[in-house]
């Protein structure tokens, strides 16, 4: 469909561990995939995107890898923080016109 | 301003009663885009302004939902007859150009209580 496949739901990791979130799509003609961020009350921020010309890309502890054959793509946040705890989603534009969201991922970072 | 800003930040309204949410998007961008948030879950699209053009109004979820863009600029979202499961977080972003090219920036969204 043209929804985002996310998982997993819930993420729950010691501070200093690794935490990783996969997404998978089924349009091919998909060609930006961005990872936001929601904490409590407010709006999702965008942290990292990825586009489809590009296998990887990093932003200090964050980084996005895409597996254009295989229609997925994953979040790393490595040395994790108490302050990463959030509800991260991942998306996908369509058309250049709209943007379709995963389900979102509720990560937890255990101090 | 600086960022997408979203009126009232939050709403109680009761059963059966219109509403209308508002929204400011960040000046110079001629995207627009309304999206829900139930509790817990992800983002649902509702409806795409672009420019001039006319709205993409395909994830509208009944006629009892409208929105209208006055002037290329501040959008409002109206629901009327509220109904118990319209309670949502209701998100605005807006966006420089296309999704691709420029992505999104969120308002902090409202919450719609409907009692």
């Known amino acids: 469909g043209e929804n985002v496949e996310q998982h997993p739901s819930t993420l729950s990791v010691q501070e200093g561990d690794s935490a990783v979130i996969k997404c998978t799509y089924s349009d091919s003609a998909s060609n930006y995939f961005p990872w936001y961020k929601q904490e409590l009350g407010k709006g999702p921020q965008l942290i990292i995107d990825?586009?489809?010309?590009?296998g990887e890309k990093k932003d200090q502890r964050i980084a996005v890898t895409l597996n254009k054959t295989a229609k997925h793509f994953s979040l790393h946040i490595t040395e994790t923080q108490p302050e990463d705890s959030a509800v991260y989603f991942c998306a996908r534009t369509h058309n250049n016109n709209d943007m379709r969201f995963g389900a979102g991922t509720r990560l937890t970072v255990k101090p | 301003g600086a960022g997408v800003s979203q009126s009232p930040s939050n709403k109680v309204t009761e059963k059966g009663k219109d509403v209308e949410l508002r929204c400011d998007p960040i000046?110079?961008?001629?995207?627009l885009y309304w999206y829900r948030q139930s509790l817990g879950q992800g983002l649902e699209f509702l409806i795409y302004?672009?420019?001039?053009?006319?709205?993409?109004k395909s994830g509208l979820p009944s006629d009892r939902f409208s929105a209208e863009r006055t002037g290329g600029s501040v959008s409002t979202l109206t629901i009327q007859r509220t109904q118990q499961e319209d309670s949502a977080v209701y998100l605005c972003?807006?966006?420089?150009?296309?999704?691709?090219?420029?992505?999104?920036?969120f308002g902090s969204g409202t919450r719609l209580t409907v009692v």
């Open positions: 302004f672009q420019g001039n053009s006319a709205p993409d």
């Open positions: 972003a807006s966006s420089l150009g296309g999704a691709s090219d420029y992505g999104y920036t």
């Open positions: 000046s110079g961008h001629t995207a």
């Open positions: 990825i586009r489809s010309n590009v």
